[in-house]
């Protein structure tokens, strides 16, 4: 089993809708596949129009193996399941802080479903917090969406200094640019500045409104419109994520 | 170690007769209102079931079948397939060792390397399938309404309707929902499993699944006379043999033969071993008959083990000289085919039916009691079984300690024929004793056993090869190659013989111990 994480510091740069179509294409290859949604706002759940089970909470997520087990649901793709977020997630951070070895938690709880999945993807809330160290421990790779502005790439420098300060791994992070406007020059200029860089994915996801319209029919992008420009960058991330880190 | 995915619990489908003919208003009117239905699929396939025909897939709870272009292995409890491989094709049977389909191979040898899958069934598969969704537009379960009609030359077109309701992860209580208001609106009758339908579709093909084994179980009851109990054992043997006779001719695998031939040798067997049990005439005529048949197949047996085995044959030379062999293992194909269609020949002629017509109303005609019986037609079954069972134990012993040293091939073609004989004496009075006692004793005298068969195989396969040599001396297109080949063959299989030899009497030693012989007596105290 790998673990794949989508993160960002910043919110607002396409980790859900990365989250929800890698996912959906590794399901076809590398099946079967977990996604699971840690933010709070619960916008993976949302586009697989699914909805927690009542009773299912951050302490349940805490608890770990079973509790989760339970509560894991079938997407309306096949070999695609989903561990929804609830409402409470967004104390996960202080109830996290009261365990032993918070760092390690994810990865504990995690560890019964490694014979039930050939990949898990977690799709992380945009901030910097005791989750998030947790999520890092527990992931392979960590998938880093970069708008193409500075202010986007600032936040992907404090990551990296994050990491050093606290002796994590820096090889786990793979950055790679969404959002990408050809007419700004900007955004020009910064992925041909960053190209061959340590780290970083050869495609870049443009800008495409049908992205944001996943909100509307709600299922993946790659399954609704699979020949939408962002659904085929979506497509070549995904061959090229797996044929370099050997996922299929 | 588990792949990943191996584990993932899939729910399980819900199966139900019902008396729908198509989903439609009917259908819908029945759901709650919280539910909806969306995308209707409909799609008809032709699908066969293959089993060996010792029931190797079913006996392992494994189904195997073939839909569209796919040939897929199902789990016989739940019908949620567990490992498939691409297949266009629809043979009336696959053998895995003989197929050239790797991934077909892959899947099958699971379940037996030996056997041939036959064709059990065929059937016209047409579903439709309906997605159920929840306030949120969420598929909550998949139903699937499937008409199968079996399609059999010379049988009543059979159908059963079937409703499936199958829920997503996570979704059990909508599914449950769901199948409590369809039942409570009458469209479902009772529900049923994925087994009882399989069994069902069989049994319509004029199929029992398990029913076949090479080795009948027969209860004996100790204090009938021996001369009813032989009769017993000796009609579940010929059933055996009546089984398998039809297939013998189509080759499919090896071990109808195989089979045919254990079904003789213990026929004859009992005729020899139980003495003083039928008129000596009739014991006589019909060992005399059997004997003669079993001789027809030994060629046939030999060539079969030789063929089973040309992989290990040919891994046993060298790699320059492993090509020499081929010339060697095409002739024993022809030589094989050509004695197949001798067989073939004689199970169709009127001496062979015959025999089993006056094999039959011997074994089923009533035989009255007379002072003209033989001596122990009347004895209890349990004291012939222990008298018989102890002389031919006593005579492995001795046989077996007579062997110096050398063990010559004699001496070790006799004893395993000796341990044959018992052998079989074990398994026909199987059921008058503990299987505590008895599974032991028979497992002790299987080693003893294999150590001899191997001996005596390897011994086999070392003559036919000398005559195959002497038999190409002339001939012209008899390359060195194939000379050098045979000739490292010969040479691989004496030094593994020589080996097995020297293991004899370390493994009859092993037989010939106290924890055996207390085995037996415990064996013999049964019926003092």
């Known amino acids: ?248 | 170690m588990t792949n990943p995915g191996e584990m993932r619990q899939e729910p399980q489908p819900a199966f139900f007769r019902t008396s729908l003919t198509g989903f439609g208003k009917q259908l819908c009117e029945a759901l709650p209102v919280t539910f909806g239905c969306r995308e209707l699929s409909s799609a008809s396939h032709t699908v066969s079931y293959y089993d060996s025909f010792e029931w190797n897939a079913w006996k392992k709870k494994r189904v195997i079948r073939k839909k569209g272009a796919k040939l897929s292995l199902l789990d016989l409890d739940s019908g949620h397939e567990t490992a498939s491989c691409p297949l266009r094709s629809t043979p009336t049977h696959i053998h895995p060792g003989r197929t050239s389909h790797d991934s077909v191979r892959e899947l099958l040898s699971g379940l037996s390397a030996l056997r041939a899958f036959i064709r059990l069934c065929r059937l016209e598969e047409q579903t439709t399938q309906l997605h159920i969704t929840n306030d949120n537009e969420k598929t909550v379960a998949v139903v699937a309404l499937t008409v199968m009609t079996l399609r059999e030359k010379q049988r009543e077109p059979f159908s059963i309707t079937l409703l499936s309701v199958s829920p997503l992860r996570g979704y059990g209580n909508e599914a449950r929902q769901l199948t409590g208001e369809l039942l409570r609106a009458g469209l479902l009758s009772e529900e049923t499993s994925f087994p009882a339908v399989y069994k069902e579709l069989l049994s319509a093909a004029g199929l029992t699944p398990g029913a076949y084994s090479s080795k009948p179980s027969v209860r004996l009851d100790p204090g009938e006379p021996i001369h009813n109990s032989a009769l017993k054992l000796l009609m579940a043997t010929f059933r055996v043999m009546q089984a398998n006779e039809p297939w013998l001719s189509k080759d499919l695998d090896t071990e109808f033969l195989h089979d045919y031939r254990v079904a003789i040798r213990r026929t004859r067997s009992v005729l020899a071993q139980l003495k003083g049990i039928f008129p000596s005439a009739d014991t006589e005529r019909f060992k005399n008959e059997f004997r003669q048949l079993a001789k027809r197949t030994n060629d046939l047996r030999d060539q079969d083990v030789y063929l089973l085995a040309a992989p290990s044959l040919k891994a046993m030379l060298p790699p320059p000289l492993q090509p020499g062999l081929d010339t060697f293992l095409d002739d024993l194909r022809a030589a094989h085919k050509n004695e197949l269609g001798k067989l073939r020949r004689y199970l169709r002629s009127r001496h062979h039916a015959e025999l089993l017509h006056s094999w039959e109303a011997f074994l089923t005609e009533p035989q009255q009691c007379s002072p003209d019986d033989p001596p122990d037609a009347l004895r209890p079954t349990a004291s012939l079984a222990v008298d018989t069972i102890r002389k031919a134990w006593e005579k492995v012993l001795r046989h077996g300690r007579n062997i110096n040293t050398e063990a010559t091939d004699e001496e070790l073609h006799g004893l395993r024929l000796d341990c044959k004989k018992l052998r079989y004496l074990l398994e026909f009075f199987v059921s008058l004793f503990p299987e505590k006692v008895i599974g032991p004793v028979i497992g002790y005298l299987k080693q003893l056993q294999d150590n001899l068969g191997v001996f005596v195989d390897l011994s086999v396969q070392q003559e036919y090869l000398y005559g195959y040599l002497s038999e190409k001396k002339q001939h012209p297109d008899y390359d060195a190659l194939s000379r050098a080949s045979i000739g490292g063959l010969i040479t691989a299989l004496y030094h593994e013989r020589e080996h097995v030899r020297k293991r004899f009497h370390a493994t009859f030693s092993h037989f010939d111990s106290e924890e055996t012989a207390e085995l037996f007596s415990r064996l013999f105290q049964q019926y003092r």
């Open chain 1, 1 to 248: 089993m790998k673990t794949i994480a989508l993160y960002s510091i910043k919110g607002g740069v396409g980790k859900t809708a990365t989250a929800v179509n890698l996912s959906y294409l590794a399901s076809k290859e590398h099946p079967p596949v977990l996604i699971c949604d840690l933010d709070p706002q619960g916008a993976t759940s949302f586009y697989f129009r699914i909805v927690p089970n009542k009773k299912y909470n951050s302490a349940k997520f805490l608890k770990g193996s079973k509790k989760i087990y339970n509560n894991i649901k079938g997407t309306d793709f096949e070999q695609l399941d989903l561990l929804p977020a609830d409402f409470s997630y967004r104390n996960l951070d202080i109830e996290l802080g009261e365990k032993k070895n918070p760092q390690k938690k994810l990865h504990q709880n995690l560890e019964e479903l490694s014979t039930e999945y050939s990949l898990i993807f977690f799709d992380c809330p945009p901030n910097l917090t005791l989750l998030s160290e947790s999520v890092f421990a527990a992931s392979d790779l960590i998938l880093v969406p970069i708008i193409p502005t500075t202010l986007s790439l600032r936040t992907y420098e404090q990551l990296i200094s994050f990491f050093r300060e606290n002796n994590l791994d820096t090889k786990k992070i793979r950055p790679f640019f969404t959002m990408f406007e050809r007419r700004k020059s900007m955004h020009r200029e910064i992925t041909q500045s960053c190209k061959g860089r340590k780290g970083f994915m050869d495609t870049t996801i443009p800008y495409n409104s049908e992205v944001e319209k996943m909100g509307l029919y709600r299922a993946p992008l790659n399954a609704h419109l699979p020949h939408a420009p962002a659904a085929i960058a979506y497509r070549r991330l995904w061959e090229e994520l797996a044929e370099k880190e050997q996922l299929t």
